[in-house]
T-cell receptor
Framework: KAGVTQTPRYLIKTRGQQVTLSCSPI?????VSWYQQTPGQGLQFLFE???????NKGNFPGRFSGRQFSNSRSEMNVSTLELGDSALYLC?????????????FGQGTRLTVV | QQQVKQSPQSLIVQKGGISIINCAYE??????FPWYQQFPGKGPALLIA?????SEKKEGRFTISFNKSAKQFSLHIMDSQPGDSATYFC?????????????FGKGTHLIIQP
C-alpha cells in the first residue's frame, strides 16, 4: 500500500513569488491535513480538508490556502512568499479525518525562500 | 493555542537502556495522544497512541503511560537500540477538532549510544 506522497520534495523560491505544493493521500483516505515544521516553532497545523471541504484551519495568514480534489488529492498554495515561510511542509492523511484519528505523514516538501 | 510541553529537549541513553520522554498538556478536552518518530529527511511516523480511558498501552518495546489527573503522558522505550536514534514528538488532539489540529510538543532528540 503506497504511503502519502508529496511533490516536489524540494523547492527554492524568491520572496514575493507564490508556490503550490501537492499531496496524494493513502488510497481510501479522505482527510488531508497540512502542517508547517520549522526549528523554532516546531510542527504547526495549517488546515484540514475532508471531502473537498476545508473543515479546520490553524492560525496562519490568508496567504496560506489549500484545496482538495474529488480523488482526495490536495494542494497547498502560499502567495507573496516571505523569508519566514521557509520550512518543511508536511501533509498527513487519515481515513475519515477528525482530529483524534490516526494520521500518516508524507516526507514533506522543503521550501526555501530567498 | 493550547500547548503540549515536552521534555527533555535532548536525551542520550546507552544501548539496552530505557529512554523516557515526558509530555504535559493543558486542555482537558484532549482525548487522543499519539507519539511520532521522525528521522532526518523524513516525515513523522506514527509510533503508538493512547486515549484517556486507559492508563497504559504497550506495543513491542514502546509503552505509553498516561496520567489523566496530572495531565501528563510519557513514552518509554525499553531496550533502546541505536536504530531508535531519532526525534520524538508527542501530540494531542480532541474530537471537536477546530483550529488546533494535532498540537505537537517541541520534540526530543534521542541518541542511543552503542
Amino acid at each position: 500500500k503506497a504511503g502519502v506522497t508529496q511533490t516536489p520534495r524540494y523547492l527554492i523560491k524568491t520572496r514575493g513569488q507564490q508556490v503550490t505544493l501537492s499531496c496524494s493521500p493513502i488510497s481510501g483516505h479522505r482527510s488531508v491535513s497540512w502542517y508547517q515544521q520549522t526549528p523554532g516553532q516546531g510542527l504547526q497545523f495549517l488546515f484540514e480538508y475532508f471531502s473537498e471541504t476545508q473543515r479546520n484551519k490553524g492560525n496562519f495568514p490568508g496567504r496560506f490556502s489549500g484545496r482538495q480534489f474529488s480523488n482526495s488529492r490536495s494542494e497547498m498554495n502560499v502567495s507573496t512568499l516571505e523569508l519566514g515561510d521557509s520550512a518543511l511542509y508536511l501533509c498527513a492523511s487519515s481515513l475519515m479525518g477528525g482530529m483524534n484519528t490516526e494520521a500518516f505523514f508524507g516526507q514533506g516538501t522543503r521550501l526555501t525562500v530567498v | 493555542q493550547q500547548q503540549v510541553k515536552q521534555s527533555p529537549q535532548s536525551l542520550i541513553v546507552q544501548k539496552g537502556g530505557i529512554s523516557i520522554i515526558n509530555c504535559a498538556y493543558e486542555n482537558t478536552a484532549f482525548d487522543y495522544f499519539p507519539w511520532y518518530q521522525q528521522f532526518p529527511g523524513k516525515g513523522p511516523a506514527l509510533l503508538i497512541a493512547i486515549r484517556p480511558d486507559v492508563s497504559e498501552k504497550k506495543e513491542g518495546r514502546f509503552t505509553i503511560s498516561f496520567n489523566k489527573s496530572a495531565k501528563q503522558f510519557s513514552l518509554h522505550i525499553m531496550d533502546s537500540q541505536p536504530g531508535d536514534s531519532a526525534t520524538y514528538f508527542c501530540a494531542a488532539s480532541w474530537s471537536g477538532g477546530g483550529a488546533d489540529g494535532l498540537t505537537f510538543g517541541k520534540g526530543t532528540h534521542l541518541i542511543i549510544q552503542p
